[in-house]
């Protein structure tokens, strides 16, 4: 159980054109979530916090209307990078706050590449 | 604010060793650590977590400990093997639910055959 299905794995878009990425959770209610980005041989850094119904609580330093996020159900939340840029590439890592014995669960992760 | 710091950064060791991997937080009020395995390019296998009234949990070559007082933690490895070869990442979180996993820099590890 407490699996979480992120989409897409990889994804290469033109610079200026907007890129959405879907977490979802396939066997459990999640009602916040987490988005996290990671550059090369860096760790997990903490993007915003996504709660089912309200609005996304942003990091500092995280621009809110560039990376928008949406956590319209219980099921799944949306990370979508607007207007994006070469230096917006990185891979992209959703989680879901699961209480059961195994801790938070994570997506698989979305490698991003801006041309 | 919380900061996770894991040393060392690397290490290579040859197949069979046991080794140990550190990790430190500066506010020992945590609701638990999770130590995860991420392999390049994929995203994170959850190996243990460690609720903050434990002091340890094994699963099978792993062992981890929690020492929240002093604000350290422990992952153990026996008679490593090369499909040991990832990054480990340490993460606490520090409050209920709903509160963010904050993550070390994770320890590179390499183990030749």
């Known amino acids: 159980g407490a699996v979480v299905s992120q989409h897409p794995s990889r994804v290469i878009c033109k610079s200026g054109t907007s890129v959405k990425i879907e977490c979802r959770s396939l066997?459990?209610?999640?009602?916040?979530m987490f988005w996290y980005r990671q550059f090369p041989k860096k760790s997990l850094m903490l993007m915003a916090t996504s709660n089912e119904g309200s609005k996304a609580t942003y990091e500092q330093g995280v621009e809110k209307d560039k990376f928008l996020i949406n956590h319209a159900s219980l099921t799944l939340s949306t990370l979508t990078v607007t207007s994006a840029h070469p230096e917006d590439s990185s891979f992209y890592i959703c989680?879901?706050?699961?209480?059961?014995?195994?801790?938070?669960?994570f997506g698989s992760g979305t490698r991003l590449t801006v041309v | 604010k919380q900061e996770v710091t894991q040393i060392p950064a690397a290490l290579s060791v040859p197949e069979g060793e046991n080794l140990v991997l550190n990790c430190s937080f500066t506010d020992s009020a945590i609701y638990n650590l999770q130590w995860f395995r991420q392999d390049p390019g994929k995203g994170l296998t959850s190996l243990l977590l460690i609720q903050s009234s434990q002091r340890e949990q094994t699963s099978g070559r792993l062992n981890a400990s929690l020492d929240k007082s002093s604000g350290r933690s422990t992952l153990y490895i026996a008679a490593s093997q090369p499909g040991d070869s990832a990054t480990y990442l340490c993460?606490?979180?520090?409050?209920?639910?709903?509160?963010?996993?904050?993550f070390g820099k994770g320890t590179t590890l390499s183990v030749s055959s």
């Open positions: 066997d459990f209610q999640a009602t916040t």
């Open positions: 993460a606490v979180r520090s409050g209920q639910a709903g509160t963010a996993l904050i």
């Open positions: 989680s879901a706050a699961f209480l059961g014995p195994g801790g938070y669960t």
